[in-house]
């Protein structure tokens, strides 16, 4: 693995041995300590650390756009505008002063379910404004194998689009000068990697070896066709794997980046997950109590949640745990001190912090150029009007399991599909995670409030995933309802959004597939008959059984249809006027029983 150079200040500080034999084995021999050699000689290492920026080069719009703070002045909670990589430039440059070992790193989906002006150019934008930015290491996500697997390479190696070529004369794409890390992913026929497992940095005589994987689950929420032909590990067994490698090369500092994270008890961005890890639960708290002691810090992402927690590994020791959000709105400062005798992380050294990515300091005059470059490209499309609405329509913004623009985007599905030549289609469903932002009422540009452009509704749905329509019998329809709250998803359930003629009641004092009232389904005002069959829509990601409903792979007749954005846009230019916006939907198709409450 590559290691490179790095020069620094060399600081000198004292370490208590007992200490350092509580928090790793770092203890020292007892002659050495008799000889005076006791004191070992530290160097500093700052972090900074970035997770799911998803190509928001653009400042986000509405709720992805703002951080819950608390006020100083009246203690209560409000939401701070951030984002933008005009700002987040700014405030890493600005972090890095004073520290002259300085590492930039990221925890995945960096790239995919990427804003226009990143998506329309298959996110070379994003890759470039990291360059620029002094990325030097991320882990992959899931979401950069949207594309597949050679378009992940291309993003790394560079090159021109093999379909779309090169946007601009004379320019080719160069690829990311910083590594993407792989750790988990193999060719699934021949083991081999698909990109590089770590990367080693060598601060002033210390080896820090940093280690990526995204999460194990990665097939089931991307399309089978940006993961095929590969095979994801399991992140603990593969960390532990390599820290272990990277020990045998003499490599004793090591850092994670999961692409996996948690959800915290608390909204606030600096949330400390309170004491041993106690106000946190997801996936990661489980990765960290598992990881190799020998993981001095973890970064995280995935989640798209903010804290800084202490987490105990194995040995039932605090280790430092992260996640910056997402989309650029966060940055984590994780400061540390390396022993420069043992090549190790002090482990009680490490302080973890996340900062705000505010947009009262300069912005950083290259990413202006750069993001002017590609918003002129762009502009032809991105800002023709599409249609109009009467108010913010929230979809990722909405804590509502039942949020206003799935709504809409299910009812634009069934709208579009539904005659006999598109498919036929009687009911349509939509994943929450396919949402990727809010409709704001508010103009992002000279386009007028209420418009809503080609932009911002490729923001909303960039994947431009193909419908799908297919025969389902009213079992498997109600298997679909219940799959939202069991088998896989029982843990953390995935509520669909669903079109205005399908209703029915969710009880959440029961648990797992008895959470779906079944006399309460109805559709079209009727119960839904078992044997029947039914036309259905949904994206081609969640008709073939992503994010764990095997029940919509198992229909039959598939007919595949025009893109989830174009039916979108299709149906915004087609039902609202500048004189008759679209109104946010009622949100009254799901009946939501609350814990401790009676139907």
Request: glycine residues 12%; hydrophobic residues 35%.
């Amino acid at each position: 693995m590559p290691i490179s150079g790095s020069t620094g200040r060399r600081r000198t500080a004292l370490a208590v041995a007992a200490t350092v034999a509580l928090f790793g084995s770092m203890a020292l021999p007892a002659t050495a300590e008799a000889n005076g050699q006791g004191k070992p000689k530290l160097e500093d290492l700052q972090l900074l650390a970035i997770n799911d920026l998803h190509g928001n080069l653009e400042p986000p719009a509405g709720s992805s756009g703002t951080i819950n703070e608390i006020d100083a002045t009246t203690g209560k909670t409000v939401a701070t505008p951030a984002g933008g990589v005009e700002y987040l430039a700014t405030a890493l440059r600005n972090a890095r002063e004073g520290h002259p070992n300085s590492v930039t790193v990221a925890a995945g989906d960096i790239i995919g379910a990427s804003p226009l002006i990143s998506g329309l150019f298959h996110d070379e934008p994003t890759i470039e404004a990291m360059n620029q930015i002094g990325l030097d290491v991320t882990s992959v996500g899931n979401h950069e194998f949207d594309e597949g697997s050679a378009e992940l390479k291309r993003m790394q190696d560079g090159g021109c689009h093999p379909t779309d070529g090169c946007y601009e004369p004379g320019r080719t794409f160069e690829g990311a000068e910083f590594p993407y890390l792989a750790a988990n992913v193999t060719n699934e026929k021949t083991g081999k990697q698909l990109l590089k497992p770590y990367w080693v940095k060598n601060v002033r005589g210390v080896k820090v070896g940093f280690i990526g994987v995204t999460l194990e689950g990665t097939p089931n929420i991307v399309t089978a066709s940006g993961v095929q032909g590969l095979k994801f590990g399991n992140e603990v067994e593969t960390i532990n794997k390599y820290t272990a490698e990277l020990k045998r090369q003499g490599v004793n500092s090591v850092v994670a980046l999961i692409h996996e994270g948690g959800l915290p008890a608390s909204s606030v961005y600096n949330y400390d997950c309170g004491s041993g890890g106690s106000g946190i639960s997801g996936p990661i708290v489980d990765i960290a109590k598992r990881l190799d002691p020998a993981v001095g810090a973890i970064v995280t992402g995935h989640t798209h949640n903010s804290y800084a927690c202490m987490i105990p590994d194995p040995n039932g020791v605090p280790r430092s745990v992260t996640s910056a959000a997402s989309f650029g709105r966060l940055y984590t400062e994780i400061d540390l001190k390396l022993d420069k005798r043992t090549g190790s992380i002090v482990r009680p050294s490490v302080t973890a912090t996340n900062h705000i990515v505010r947009r009262d300091v300069p912005k950083a005059p290259d990413m202006t150029t750069l993001i002017d470059r590609y918003r002129q490209l762009s502009a032809p499309i991105a800002n023709r009007a599409v249609g109009y609405i009467s108010s913010d329509i929230n979809g990722r913004g909405s804590t509502d399991l039942e949020k206003p623009l799935g709504d809409l985007i299910a009812d634009a599905q069934l709208a579009g599909l539904a005659p006999a030549d598109k498919g036929g289609a009687q009911v349509a469903f939509m994943n929450p995670g396919g949402i990727r932002s809010d409709l704001v009422y508010k103009a992002s540009g000279s386009e007028g409030d209420g418009v809503v452009t080609y932009g911002e509704a490729f923001t909303v749905q960039p994947f431009t995933n193909m419908m799908q329509i297919k025969t389902l019998t009213g079992a498997q329809l109600i298997q679909v309802l219940q799959q939202q709250v069991s088998g896989s998803n029982a843990a953390s359930p995935k509520i669909l959004q669903i079109s205005g003629n399908l209703a029915y009641t969710l009880d959440l004092n029961k648990a797992g597939a008895d959470r779906v009232v079944l006399d309460s389904v109805r559709l079209n005002g009727a119960p839904v008959d078992p044997n029947a069959k039914y036309r259905v829509a949904a994206n081609e990601f969640l008709a073939g059984g992503g994010d764990g409903f095997p029940a919509f792979a198992a229909g039959t007749d598939k007919l595949v249809g025009a893109s989830d954005l174009d039916v979108f846009n299709a149906y915004l230019s087609g039902h609202s006027t500048a004189t008759a916006p679209i109104a946010p939907p009622a949100q009254n198709r799901i009946k939501i029983i609350a814990v401790g409450q009676t139907g």
